[in-house]
């Protein structure tokens, strides 16, 4: 059997292999953590949502299962939004793929469009239902001086 010398460009090869190798790794380990947050994130705000819909709506006097159900349609957006803006934060606006040919081209991020067509049925919804952004009362310079 005839020995096969270790060349240096087969090990450097190797070595190449290997760093690619961890770095898809790191950016795996990475977005694992990051989906976690993002998760508690989601979490947090749809509670939130939810509860000041809910208020807003019982101060119009407005009950009834109709209105639930559009609260959690409203809900699974703001769910998707907030997906849609990470995917975005994650891979950009245009992200590199490689073709069925092999060469290396850049292609439009996907979420982008969908996030604004998410957007706009989040605001039909909230149109939908009669509710408005919550009122901070009187701005400064506006309303009755004390002085």
Same mark, same amino acid.
């Given at each position: /059997?005839?020995? =096969?010398?270790?060349?240096?460009?087969?090990?450097?090869?190797? @070595? *190449? !292999? +290997? &760093? #690619? /190798?961890?770095? =898809?790794?790191?950016?795996?380990?990475?977005?694992?953590?990051? @989906? *976690? !947050? +993002? &998760? #508690?994130?989601?979490?947090?705000?749809?509670?939130?949502?939810?509860?000041?819909?809910?208020?807003?709506?019982?101060?119009?006097?407005?009950?009834?299962?109709?209105?639930?159900?559009?609260?959690?349609?409203?809900?699974?957006?703001?769910?998707?939004?907030?997906?849609?803006?990470?995917?975005?934060?994650?891979?950009?606006?245009?992200?590199?793929?490689?073709?069925?040919?092999?060469?290396?081209?850049?292609?439009?991020?996907?979420?982008?469009?969908?996030?604004?067509?998410?957007?706009?049925?989040?605001?039909?919804?909230?149109?939908?239902?009669?509710?408005?952004?919550?009122?901070?009362?009187?701005?400064?310079?506006?309303?009755?001086?004390?002085?």
């Amino acid at each position: /059997m005839a020995n =096969k010398k270790k060349t240096s460009k087969s090990t450097a090869k190797k @070595e *190449k !292999e +290997l &760093e #690619e /190798m961890v770095e =898809k790794l790191e950016k795996n380990v990475k977005k694992i953590e990051s @989906e *976690k !947050e +993002l &998760e #508690e994130k989601i979490k947090d705000k749809r509670q939130a949502i939810k509860e000041d819909l809910q208020n807003q709506l019982i101060s119009q006097n407005k009950f009834g299962k109709h209105f639930d159900d559009m609260i959690e349609d409203y809900l699974y957006f703001v769910e998707l939004k907030e997906t849609l803006q990470h995917d975005i934060d994650l891979n950009g606006i245009r992200y590199k793929t490689t073709g069925g040919n092999g060469f290396t081209t850049f292609k439009p991020n996907e979420s982008c469009e969908r996030l604004i067509k998410t957007n706009a049925q989040m605001l039909k919804i909230l149109q939908d239902l009669d509710l408005k952004t919550p009122d901070d009362g009187p701005k400064e310079g506006e309303g009755d001086d004390l002085l």
